[in-house]
């Protein structure tokens, strides 16, 4: 292993490639620089930039500091507080939806109070999500499922999420709650990881929304790969801790990442990550599948059964609570200075 | 004094074997399955058990104790979980840059520190001695990250004088002793130094006053020496106990700051530390870990060593 393992750290510094940029110089966790491919077959997309330096600056703060210092000439992903501070400084910010949820999970097992339908829709009309775009300076896209409307595996949902307080009150009240009487739940929550932007102000808001139709919130809150190896886990295993909820956030770009995995009777820990053990008839595959080839398979027979019965509706709805998509967005200087390369 | 020396030695090596085990013990006891960061999300558990069996996961904590002791003896801290890489060569390269910072930090602070100590220890009780003073509560009061967070939007952010992040205009991989590379040092550093610098002026001025409640300086002074001549005495009686807590926070510094080296980028073993915390990578983090807790054993050894050379009262103890 030795070997290969060397010659595996070495490959970057040859690295030859067929696109329209070539690695140049490569220095672990700092930095990548990238050079025009001379040779690309198609000249008009032949780069008109000398160098491209690729600098990884994992902490948001560093990044706009980077940026406005002018070390760098774009960023991705800028600290939401400095956006105010970017644009007056003249800065562009370039914005994109991309597939990226950020949801509770429901534990389905028993004695959760998620199995309440009522309560679970009572919740998802309690969030507010205008105040939760403004929490995050705009830089969200309320959603309205698992995946968006435009999302060809979006389906034709009965119940549509918006934010009703009266309504959302009126369900607790059937379940047998209100404000005085509140419903306590157990939330798993982090502090950072993945691409949640601030999950502790977002997860205080829910809870704020949450208290007022009578639903108390206590969290527990891991650290991000904690969380992660609890997902896996399941609801049921000791290191969720008895949560009723889990709050990973995941990119949504297929069925399978934005459904299936999290939904498929067939894929109940520790064999997936169905973390609340979720099994409507219409979600698990025939045959139950024994590898990850295997699992994909039978996973996207389901999810085709699924989406043609219309289940998704139900499921998109009645199994997660709140999500909000991410946006992706970029901060760059507007003034196009001549420079020699463009560092981002 | 030979004798001294290997007994020191000798007393080191159970300091190390249990240094080792808390290392190994913490990142196990710590919650997480270090596998997350490499398995696929939708991975079965046919294929965790495999990659359990590959980095040998499975096998009882004694036995993968022994085994990574055997192995780090020999120079071989394993493969970096995320990265694929060896532990060892991703270490190197941090430690040579923390190493870069460690002794710009350690110039600056251990100069003020002890310029600040003596001064406002000499001068007790003084206008001069309570701003020295105020300095060094500042400096160690103050939160470094924060401070660094500071420095960098009023000298990079607002004036543009000094670069926010990063080790020079080309990375670490280039580093060269010239302006352009030294300026990106100089906030990092500064940051850096400005906790060891209040420490440091806090111990000194403390010794500096017993120091000079003490009767052999009466006896000086009746003797007919000068201040500068009873100065000098002080200075070399304060020195054994300052080279003592100045070798403890080069130690500190040698092991990087998590949260400077976040703050600034810098690619030194805080920042690796960070990464590897992050990214749950078991072998990255106790290989560096095991490395940076073994300097610090090393050093109180060299300062050991120092001090019962300055003082010949400590061999005797």
């Not at chain 1, 329209?20 to 620089?33: N, V």
């Not at chain 1, 139950?288 to 994909?296: K, N, Y």
Request: charged share 20%.
């Amino acid at each position: 292993m030795g070997d290969g393992r060397q010659e595996l750290g070495q490959f970057p510094q040859g690295a030859v490639g067929h696109r329209p940029w070539k690695l140049d110089k490569y220095t672990p966790r700092e930095r990548a620089e990238l050079v025009p491919n001379a040779a690309y077959w198609d000249a008009a997309r032949r780069p008109k930039l000398e160098r491209v330096v690729l600098l990884p600056l994992p902490d948001p703060a560093a990044r706009t500091a980077a940026l406005l210092s002018g070390q760098v000439d774009w960023i991705e992903a800028p600290a939401p507080d400095a956006i105010p501070q970017l644009k007056s400084r003249g800065m562009v910010i370039t914005q994109n939806v991309y597939p990226h949820n950020w949801t509770w999970h429901f534990s389905r097992v028993e004695g959760s109070p998620w199995n309440d339908i009522r309560v679970r829709k009572a919740a998802n009309l309690a969030v507010d999500r205008v105040a939760m775009t403004e929490l995050l300076g705009g830089l969200m896209v309320p959603a309205k499922g698992m995946v968006p409307p435009s999302s060809p595996w979006f389906g034709k949902p009965k119940f549509d999420i918006k934010t009703d307080l009266a309504e959302a009150t009126k369900l607790m009240a059937e379940a047998g709650y209100s404000k005085a009487k509140p419903l306590t739940v157990k939330a798993i929550i982090s502090l950072s990881g993945s691409g949640q932007m601030q999950p502790l102000a977002m997860n205080e808001l829910i809870q704020q929304n949450l208290g007022e139709i009578g639903i108390k919130v206590d969290f527990e809150v891991m650290e991000w790969n904690a969380l992660l190896s609890s997902w896996r886990a399941g609801a049921k295993d000791a290191s969720s801790r008895g949560a009723h909820s889990t709050n990973s956030s995941y990119f949504s770009q297929d069925p399978f990442t934005a459904l299936i995995r999290h939904l498929d009777g067939g894929l109940l820990p520790p064999r997936g990550t169905n973390w609340g053990f979720y099994t409507m008839p219409r979600w698990t595959p025939a045959s139950p599948p024994s590898a990850t080839r295997s699992t994909r398979r039978s996973s996207s027979r389901s999810s085709r059964r699924c989406m043609r019965s219309s289940s998704t509706t139900r499921c998109s709805c009645s199994s997660r609570m709140m999500s909000a998509r991410g946006r992706c967005r970029r901060a760059s200087r507007a003034s196009g200075r001549r420079r020699t390369g463009t560092r981002i | 004094m030979l004798l001294y020396l290997l007994r020191r030695v000798v007393f080191t090596l159970p300091t190390m074997f249990g240094v080792a085990v808390v290392c190994f013990a913490l990142v196990h006891i710590a919650p997480g399955d270090p596998l997350v960061s490499v398995l696929p999300p939708d991975a079965s558990q046919d294929l965790k058990l495999q990659l359990m069996t590959i980095y040998g996961f499975d096998r009882p904590y004694h036995e993968q104790f022994l085994r990574w002791i055997g192995r780090a003896l020999q120079g071989d801290l394993g493969t970096s979980i995320a990265t694929g890489r060896g532990v060892m060569s991703e270490l190197s390269r941090a430690l040579g840059n923390t190493l870069i910072l460690a002794t710009f930090a350690t110039f600056i602070g251990f100069f003020f520190g002890t310029l600040f100590g003596f001064v406002a220890g000499y001068f007790r009780n003084s206008a001069i001695d309570r701003i020295a003073s105020l300095i060094s509560v500042i400096g160690v009061s103050v939160p470094h990250y924060w401070l660094g967070m500071v420095l960098v939007i009023i000298f990079s952010a607002q004036l543009g004088w000094l670069p926010a992040t990063g080790a020079g205009p080309g990375g670490s991989s280039d580093w060269k002793w010239d302006w352009a590379h030294l300026r990106h040092v100089i906030l990092p550093a500064v940051t850096m130094s400005v906790i060891p610098m209040g420490i440091v002026a806090r111990t000194i001025r403390a010794l500096v006053a017993d120091i000079l409640s003490q009767e052999f300086v009466g006896g000086l002074r009746a003797k007919g020496l000068l201040d500068r001549g009873v100065f000098l005495h002080v200075v070399k009686n304060g020195a054994p106990t300052a080279l003592a807590v100045m070798g403890l926070q080069f130690g500190y510094l040698l092991g990087g700051s998590i949260l400077i080296e976040t703050v600034f980028s810098w690619p030194g073993t805080g920042f690796l530390l960070g990464n590897a915390i992050f990214q749950r990578d078991l072998p990255l983090l106790q290989g560096t870990i095991l490395v940076l807790a073994m300097f610090f054993v090393v050093l109180n050894l060299a300062v050991d060593i120092v001090q019962s050379l300055l003082d010949p009262r400590i061999q005797r103890a």
